[in-house]
């Protein structure tokens, strides 16, 4: 006959208080999680993502190629903070847009915005067909938080028709991206999308950008269409960032790039290269 004994009643009690101790240490824990004010490239592989967290205010500049951006979000955003109030589409590419297709999926977003470029592909038509709140952003445009001005600067338009697309401006929707610069905790920052040299040559021409920014997010992965020398000559960045993939299909960054960089003295002191 098999006998079973019921176990001390204290102990079992006393083993379910420890329990709840450490759940309620842990998640007090992550309620008193501060986020952090920062900018930072996020590592998704042979793409883009930019993250720039004011206290509970998220913006997200790009979502990278694929769901890696899942894996990143969270080692910056508050536990708790489900909701990115921005993402900012630079331009429709796969490698800018996919991510953000699995971030619809995972956090309320409180607004999309990007420049309305014509392109056709099934991510730009999900992410536009979300049913998330959107909004076209052009040069003179600005994404205002709290003491942070995220000013757009490139591509401009004369006229725009709410609905409509705008063709590309050279057939390369490279420069068709949104170009941005901000100043926040002290830095101030060019963000250059994928845009190449034609567009860098208009911003220089035309006195677009300022000569001194701390850090650039160079054009279209460091490839060798963007970048020229007189460029960086003029924006003269303490630090270049390099948002690609290590051993890509595409070459990128171009060690004639990168070469340029050292010759001008830039502190290059960060590639954001992903495996
Ligand atoms: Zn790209």
Not at 85 to 98: G, Q, R, S
Request: charged fraction near 20%; aromatic fraction near 12%; proline fraction near 4%.
């Amino acid at each position: 006959m098999k006998i079973t004994t019921l176990k001390n009643p204290k102990v079992l009690l006393g083993k379910f208080f420890g329990i709840l101790f450490w759940l309620l240490l842990f998640s007090l824990y992550f309620i008193n999680q501060k986020p952090q004010n920062l900018v930072v490239f996020l590592d998704v592989g042979q793409g883009d993502a930019t993250l720039i967290q004011n206290g509970n205010v998220q913006v997200l500049i790009d979502g990278g190629p694929d769901r890696s951006i899942l894996y990143e979000l969270p080692k910056y955003m508050p536990f708790f903070d489900r909701k990115i109030e921005y993402l900012v589409l630079t331009h429709p590419h796969e490698d800018h847009i996919k991510g953000f297709l699995y971030v619809l999926e995972n956090y309320e977003v409180g607004q999309i915005l990007y420049y309305p470029v014509c392109y056709e592909n099934n991510s730009y038509k999900s992410l536009l067909q979300s049913g998330v709140n959107i909004r076209e952003v052009f040069a003179g445009d600005s994404i205002s938080l709290e003491s942070l001005n995220i000013n757009i600067i490139w591509p401009r338009v004369e006229k725009y028709n709410k609905g409509e697309c705008i063709k590309p401006w050279n057939n390369n929707i490279n420069n068709d991206s949104l170009v941005m610069e901000f100043e926040f905790l002290e830095k101030k920052y060019l963000l250059m999308g994928d845009s190449e040299k034609e567009v860098e040559k208009i911003l220089l021409k035309e006195k677009i950008i300022s000569n001194k920014y701390h850090v650039l997010k160079a054009g279209h992965h460091c490839s060798k269409t963007s970048s020229s020398e007189t460029f960086l000559e003029f924006v003269s960045p303490t630090y270049v960032i390099c948002s690609a993939g290590i051993k890509n299909k595409f070459g990128h960054p171009s060690s004639e790039t990168l070469k340029t960089f050292d010759s001008l003295g830039s502190i290059l002191s960060e590639y954001v290269v992903h495996s």
